[in-house]
């Protein structure tokens, strides 16, 4: 699973999948193409990388965990 930035590494036992920490830069990299596979971030980091996200992305899961609303972004539609 990709998540961008300060997921607690605890997100690795509780998706029982481990959890890859992507950079900036790397985020950014991924958004540009067309969506492929899910990525984990907080609501703050999405409103600042959407302007620059592959229309393909979407949210399609959102929790508000303590005091931040983590989404799960990935191709959006049926």
Known sequence: MLV???????YD?????PVVELDRP???QLLAGP???????SRKSWTGLQPLA???WH???A????NDE???LSRGGA
Do not use: C, K
Request: net charge positive.
């Open 4 to 10: 961008y930035p300060d997921i607690w590494l605890t």
């Open 13 to 17: 036992f509780y998706l029982r999948r």
């Open 26 to 28: 790397r985020v950014e």
């Open 35 to 41: 969506a492929s596979g899910a990525v984990i971030m």
């Open 54 to 56: 592959h229309p393909s």
């Open 59 to 61: 949210i399609v899961a």
């Open 63 to 66: 929790r508000r965990v303590a």
């Open 70 to 72: 983590m989404l799960v």
